[in-house]
């Protein structure tokens, strides 16, 4: 059994230990201590990562209560080593986690709501509360959760005998009453939990929820909190600086210059396609060969080359139009009222190498030929 020092201690940065055993693996070296403030994977938390002496730490694992560390390097039994842990990930872990713990107490305090999933990813973290929230209700939270980030609440850990845990009220996704370990945000929260956290709330820093989605019937809220969240900050910072220089826009009114632009481009988009569809239409050359009538023109979208061939629809057995591409090939439309068309698609693809298709009554796609070429294979 591993002696845990980040049980009672969150904050031990670097520790002597002695060697228990080393034993070779096809990643490396398991290393088991006689004490760590390694934090194994656990409780949605990732493992720590470090050094023992000159060796990385690259996992570090518990079962059964043995902490196992897979190293770079090997060790001799009863070596005695010095560990160091990488605090700069730890401490930002620790600032996330505890957040996750307040967010989740203030969400069950004022809306009954258990917290269903906890996931932290390399700089957030997912929380799943089991019922709706509203925009409002998530703002709210948010505030009350800064709130008693400024109010430096006191953070302790105990771990109650099971029959001191019945008489205390503690959010815990299992039913468990032996050795429970409870982390207590004073006036906030109390939550089974095998992590270590920040001790006060102040070194939270700031809660901030970035994202959520209705989720399996409750939510899934994305949160950051500390350095992670001063970092978020920072870039988005920078992105808004870009932008006011983009549009020449004071701080205030990024949003409003962007919806202003945005509305500008869609109206100038409209008129576009709007210009394309009548310029595709005064540039088309009608010739009927037989009892097909054949188009050409040319930067015509399949849209517009539809509504001209719908046009000429009552004219002619076969409509066929083709519109020049910039890179030399055509488009086509086929179309009949009456007729199959597909034998005619069918040939047309396999003497240009085209591609396309359709219904028996209408096709369009691809091909690769010149307009004599076409016209003669409609003659032929
Ligand atoms: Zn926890």
Known sequence: MTVKLYENDSYIKEFDATVISCEKCEKGYLVVLDKTAFFPEGGGQ??????????????????????????????NAYDT??????????????QNHTGEHLISGIIHSLFGYDNLGFHMSEKTF???????????????V???????????????????????????????????????????IENYDTCACCAPHVSRTGEIGIVKIIDYIQYKGGMRLTAVCGINAFLDYSTLHDENKELMHLLSSSRDKVNEFVKRDHDVIGAQKAQINMLKSQLASSNLDVVTVGTTRLGFTKDASFDDMRALV??????????????????GSYSYVVASKNQDIRDLVKALNEKFSGKGGGRPNYAQGKINAEKDSIIKFFEA
């Open 46 to 75: 990732q493992a720590d990562k470090g050094t023992i002496n000159d060796a990385n730490v690259l996992d570090v694992q518990i079962k059964d209560e043995v902490v196992t560390h897979l190293t770079d390097k090997e060790f």
């Open 81 to 94: 080593v010095c560990c160091k842990i990488d605090w700069e990930t730890r401490f930002a872990r620790m």
């Open 126 to 140: 997912t929380l799943d509360p089991s019922g709706i929230l509203s925009d409002e209700d998530i703002k709210k």
């Open 142 to 184: 948010e505030l009350i959760a800064n709130k008693a980030i400024y109010e430096n609440r006191n953070i302790t850990v105990s771990f109650p005998t099971s029959d001191e845990i019945d008489s205390i009220d503690y959010r815990s996704k299992l039913d468990l009453k032996d050795g429970v370990r409870l982390v207590n």
């Open 310 to 327: 719908n046009d000429e629809l009552d004219n002619a057995e076969k409509i066929a139009f083709f519109s020049e591409n910039e890179d």
